[in-house]
């Protein structure tokens, strides 16, 4: 939840009697934060510091954004790259499934890999749209 917390970056919250409120201009990042809050991940906001501030069930975390890599029809992605609150450097990708999926490690489970892709497969089927997320940790090199 926290990844789609991360990269839907460009989602406002609003405040207003106690309570917060999104709105996005994409209908699918703002799918994704209301889900995520129903879960239990709150994305509070970014701050002028870029500082993405999310509530992960009693857990205040806070994220320092260092770089996004908007989504375009040739990545058929979007990336973002934080660093979290013990200087831990993240890649968040989210993006199409074709594109995703193939990037998956060679250490990744063919356990994982073949239910990831009988999801896919079944989700597609049903005419239903899929997205996948993934993330990786990066060296301060």
């Known amino acids: 939840m926290l990844i789609a917390q991360a990269l839907c970056h460009t989602v406002m919250v609003e405040h207003e009697n106690g309570k917060s409120s999104y709105s996005a201009?994409?209908?699918d990042e703002l799918a994704l934060v209301?889900?995520?809050k129903f879960c239990g991940y709150e994305y509070k906001g970014?701050?002028?510091h870029n500082i993405m501030t999310i509530q992960a069930r009693r857990q205040e975390r806070t994220y320092r954004l260092l770089n996004v890599f908007e989504f375009n029809?040739?990545?058929k992605r979007m990336s973002i790259i934080v660093e979290?609150?013990?200087?831990?450097i993240?890649?968040?990708?989210?993006?199409?499934?074709?594109i995703i999926f193939d990037r998956l490690t060679s250490n990744t489970?063919?356990?994982?890999?073949e239910s990831t892709n009988f999801g896919l497969k079944c989700f597609g089927n049903e005419g239903l749209r899929t997205l996948l997320y993934s993330s990786r940790n990066l060296s301060n090199d």
């Open 25 to 27: 201009s994409s209908p």
């Open 34 to 36: 209301n889900f995520a």
């Open 46 to 48: 970014t701050d002028e």
């Open 73 to 75: 029809s040739d990545r």
């Open 84 to 88: 979290d609150e013990n200087q831990n």
């Open 90 to 98: 993240i890649l968040f990708c989210k993006g199409a499934d074709s």
């Open 109 to 113: 489970s063919i356990r994982l890999r």
